[in-house]
């Protein structure tokens, strides 16, 4: 049992990139091992920007014995009937490359067999082309070439470590031969090489020159020092900033007062994503202190670098402060006008075109949802405005955010501000009925201009983020119980656009697709098949959500109720025989006895909405019998038609209901 | 002593001609950066090898603040180093410049971080790094891959130092035109002394007086003049035209003149004339 040791080292890889190869290379190095039958405890994939490790712990030092069992023709084939090998017989062992052989019985017949062994080899003999076929499969996320012609790789590869224990097992790759020689941190320590002297030292011998190799490690020194200042942090900027180091230092550094009066979201935007610090946030409000994780700090040069960083830092805000100055100058009204200058997308006019589609659709919501009519057309009218802001410009993720500050400031009303900053929010607030109007509106447009332009979400190709938009809008419209049809959803879309009503029905049936969705996870029916049900019924385009959802929960909870059997396979008998139904039901030419039976049916199919199973039971009453009774292929084609036609109004009416048929499996089978 | 502007420049210079590259001077049309001269554009195409380090005045008409701000230009300083082929030891050999420059490797915290390049006028692309120093982008780094639509091997690398940037951390300056470019036998002249009425004018120019009619005609007057010295593979005039387009290009998007979907068109008129120029080189590269 050893440790096999392989370090990939490069030029510095971008951080985000290394969180997904240190898997990949995981998972492709256990699948190599076990191609090759080499037994191991864990395989341990560690790295930073500047290296990936692969450790393979608990490695046998030889390769398994292999016996297979191959089965060739049965024996009245494969031999003669003087007992010798007949040409197929021969051909098997030739084709197995084997010479002995066996007679072996499986159930009642008899078979040639043959066993072959793939003998055990040392694991050191074969680990140098394993190793070399593992990295050398490695997905890129982004490809270069360096030098004459080198590569392919994520950046110029320059050395490989490659020990069993601590013997050099050979591996070569993009023209670097390994050895046992791994470089150390590029500015710390006074050595810029170190010799592996054995896999199992490695990270010990790495850590004494100032590489910590392990993430864990890395990770645990940065959130101890932002736990300990009880900061609230970015996850996503944390995993980056573990990658961006070897040897991570936290500095302390502070913000000076005068950038303090700044929006405080600009500020930490600007210190996230331009400088990768970590905003001191502390109960939700932003402080005057920033951490700075550096990686090449010592005694010598730690105010050195606070006071560089610092500088940095000053002079990034401000140019904040420049373009809160700047905006702050502007008029929303003037950058509303700019709009109709920035194309929204080819074919479908400018961002302006876009707000002046989405005001009604705010006033429709607005009423929908009881909210403040006024301030959701509002809202939706200065809505992009910010857009074209200098802030938003320089830094696009405060787009909303920004709006509803400049909008404050120029006095608009508190709910009008506040649907604009959270006009971005990936759930739409459904608590703030203004935010609701204008998010919906927003959404909603979006939705439907991309499926009028042809930008129709096909497997992961969704540019425009059409899914996220559409799921957005059917998840609040369920939430907030507004009871309107998808169909008038999507029409109300397509009214606004004015074009692309071919694309209308495609439009729906995706949002039906949302719904159902949301059905699943929502709290509505964890079960897919009464949701199915329901969303698949013809009717459904023309239900309301709120409909919908009460039918499939309300189905959920009857799901194990012997009932539903029984009308299910009532309504699906039913429906089968009315689908070759072509006339019209005319009541008044049943018998009179039959007219008598069938009137509870009757009266029900004329009478209201269906709201429950309960409703179902005039048609478990009386139709069973019914088809006990009555033939309904009667030879006389009037009487025929006349009862099929009936059952089809029956069915028809069912189905305002669910859609039976995809309700059967979850029952143990309908009967025919 | 503080180290000067031209002091720096002349450090790199040296530096770089110490290893083995041609020291150039800056090229006489306007352009948005050092990777747009010729030195750079055409030599890393084609398999002829290629070092060189020159000082680059590049414009850039939309980053213009009126000289408002300390850290904004239209007008500024890069000096680019290209390497064809890309040394295997091309990260030692630039902190060793930086070096030179008297940043010790130990006082400060030097990263490289990722940033890829990609100029969708030039047809070229390239990965690499910005360098930070303690935090602050000193230096572009990149390798390229394509250039003129056409994919490249040997690969070149090209190190661009922001000289007003990297002047600023030395000398410890919070405004760009507070740099000393030369103790003189005058005094101390600054950066501002010499470039800040320029750049003040410049933006009334850029932002407001350039005649949007007339950037048009000069557009249009540029590339058929390009096309016509292509015809006559005239490669390094074609060139220039190509850069003028380039240019007037940014002094419309300077003026608010250009719509986006304008945009797009003319940026891919530029690119047409990169790419006929990198042929026409390539049809008859020159030898060093």
């Not at chain 1, 290379?25 to 699948?31: A, E, K, T, V």
């Not at chain 1, 905003?279 to 700090?297: E, N």
């Not at chain 1, 199919?605 to 019914?626: E, N, Q, R, S």
């Not at chain 2, 990609?118 to 690499?128: C, Y």
Request: net charge negative; aromatic share 10%.
């Amino acid at each position: 049992m050893t440790i096999y040791l392989l370090e990939l080292g490069f030029e510095e890889i971008p951080a985000r990139f290394i969180p997904g190869l240190i898997a990949e290379l995981r998972s492709r190095w256990m699948d190599a091992l076990n191609t090759a039958h080499i037994e191991y405890q864990d395989v341990e994939v560690v790295g930073t920007y500047r290296r990936i490790a692969t450790l393979i712990h608990g490695m046998a030092d030889e390769s398994a014995q292999i016996s297979h069992r191959i089965r060739g023709p049965i024996r009245s084939v494969a031999f003669t009937e003087a007992n010798e090998l007949t040409p197929a017989g021969a051909g098997f062992l030739r084709k197995n490359n084997v010479t002995d052989f066996v007679v072996e019985a499986e159930g009642d017949k008899h078979y040639i067999v043959s066993y072959t062994t793939i003998p055990s080899r040392p694991t050191v003999d074969i680990l140098g082309s394993i190793a070399t076929s593992v990295v050398s499969g490695i997905s890129l996320p982004i490809a270069m070439k360096w030098g004459d012609g080198y590569g392919p790789f994520i950046r110029p590869v320059h050395w490989i470590v490659s020990l069993l224990g601590d013997r050099h097992v050979p591996v070569e790759f993009l023209g670097i031969r390994s050895g046992a020689m791994t470089r150390t941190h590029r500015f710390l320590g006074s050595y810029r090489e170190a010799t592996i002297t054995s896999a199992s030292d490695y990270v010990t011998i790495l850590n004494d020159h100032y590489v910590n190799v392990l993430p864990a490690g890395r990770r645990d020194i940065i959130r101890n020092e932002l736990d300990l200042n009880r900061i609230h942090y970015d996850v996503t900027l944390l995993e980056e900033v573990v990658f961006l180091t070897e040897w991570p230092v936290p500095i302390w550094g502070a913000i000076d007062s005068d950038h303090m009066t700044l929006p405080a979201p600009a500020v930490v935007e600007c210190i996230q994503k331009n400088q990768k610090y970590f905003p001191a946030i502390i109960d939700g409000q932003l402080t005057d202190r920033y951490l700075i994780i550096a990686d090449s700090v010592t005694p010598a040069n730690e105010a050195i670098i606070k006071r560089g960083n610092h500088s940095v830092l000053r002079a990034r805000l401000e140019d904040v402060k420049f373009f809160w100055n700047e905006d702050r100058n502007n008029s929303y009204d003037n950058w509303v006008k700019k709009l109709d200058a920035i194309v929204y997308q080819k074919g479908l006019g400018s961002v302006g075109d876009k707000v002046r589609r989405m005001m009604p659709l705010a006033d429709r919501f607005a009423q929908w949802i009881g909210a403040d009519r006024v301030d959701s057309v509002r809202a939706a009218q200065l809505s992009k405005g910010d857009l074209v802001s200098q802030m938003v410009q320089e830094l696009p993720k405060l787009q909303g955010v920004m709006g509803g500050i400049y909008a404050q400031l120029s006095g608009e009303s508190s709910a009008v501000s506040s649907a604009i900053t959270h006009l971005y929010d990936s759930d739409i607030r459904i608590d703030q009925p203004v935010c609701a109007a204008l998010a919906l509106a927003d959404r909603l447009d979006t939705v439907v201009s991309c499926f009028a332009n042809g930008l129709i979400p096909t497997g992961s190709q969704d540019p425009w983020g059409v899914r996220r938009a559409a799921l957005a809008v059917v998840r609040a419209l369920h939430r907030l119980h507004i009871p309107m049809t998808l169909t008038d959803l999507v029409s109300m879309g397509f009214d606004g656009l004015g074009t692309g009503r071919d694309k209308q029905d495609l439009c729906i049936s995706f949002m039906m697709d949302r719904a159902r969705y949301i059905f699943e996870t929502d709290g509505v029916g964890s079960d897919m098949i009464p949701v199915s049900a329901v969303v698949d019924s013809v009717i459904s385009p023309h239900r309301s959500l709120v409909q919908m959802a009460h039918s499939a929960s309300h189905l959920q909870s009857r799901i194990s109720d012997p009932r539903l059997k029984l009308i299910t396979e009532t309504v699906i008998r039913v429906s089968r025989l009315g689908r070759s139904a072509s006339g019209r039901f005319d009541p008044s030419r049943l018998d009179t006895n039959e007219r008598a039976g069938l009137d509870p049916v009757i009266q029900w199919m004329a009478g209201t909405d269906i709201h429950t199973l309960d409703d179902f039971h005039v048609l478990t009453d009386v139709m069973p019998a019914y088809f006990e009774s009555t033939l309904i292929m009667d030879p006389d084609l009037d009487i025929r038609s006349n009862r099929l036609s009936f059952l089809r109004d029956v069915s028809t009416k069912c189905e305002l209901f669910a859609d039976f048929e995809k309700l059967s499996p979850a029952l143990g089978g309908a009967q025919n | 002593m503080t180290r000067s502007f031209q002091d720096i420049i002349l450090t790199l210079q040296t530096y770089w001609s110490d290893r083995g590259c041609v020291v150039l001077q800056p090229y006489d049309t306007e352009k948005g950066a050092g990777t747009m001269s010729p030195h750079t554009f055409l030599r890393v195409l084609g398999t002829t090898p290629w070092n060189v380090a020159y000082v680059e005045p590049s414009r850039r008409p939309t980053d213009g603040r009126y000289a408002d701000n300390p850290n904004r230009l239209q007008h500024y300083f890069q000096f680019q180093v290209v390497l064809k082929p890309s040394p295997f030891d091309i990260q030692d050999l630039y902190i060793g410049s930086l070096e030179s420059l008297g940043i010790s490797r130990q006082d400060h915290d030097i990263r490289f971080v990722e940033d890829n390049w990609e100029s969708p006028t030039l047809g070229a692309w390239g990965v690499g790094w910005e360098v930070w120093l303690d935090g602050m982008e000193v230096t572009q780094f990149t390798y390229f891959q394509q250039c003129g639509g056409l994919d490249l091997n040997p690969i070149s690398v090209e190190v661009t130092y922001g000289l007003e940037r990297l002047a600023m951390f030395i000398q410890n300056k919070t405004s760009v035109y507070d740099i000393i470019w030369k103790e003189s036998r005058n005094g101390l002249v600054t950066y501002g002394d010499i470039y800040r009425q320029s750049e003040v004018d410049y933006c009334h120019y850029n932002f407001t007086h350039a005649s949007v009619d007339r950037l048009v005609t000069q557009f249009e007057l540029a590339e058929a003049e390009c096309n016509e010295l292509i015809a006559h593979k005239l490669v390094s005039p074609a060139y220039d035209f190509c850069l003028k387009c380039s240019h007037t290009f940014n002094l419309l998007d300077a003026r608010g003149a250009i719509s986006v979907t304008e945009r797009m068109a003319y940026i891919l008129r530029i690119r047409k004339l990169a790419k006929k120029c990198a042929e026409a080189y390539l049809a008859h590269p020159v030898e060093v």
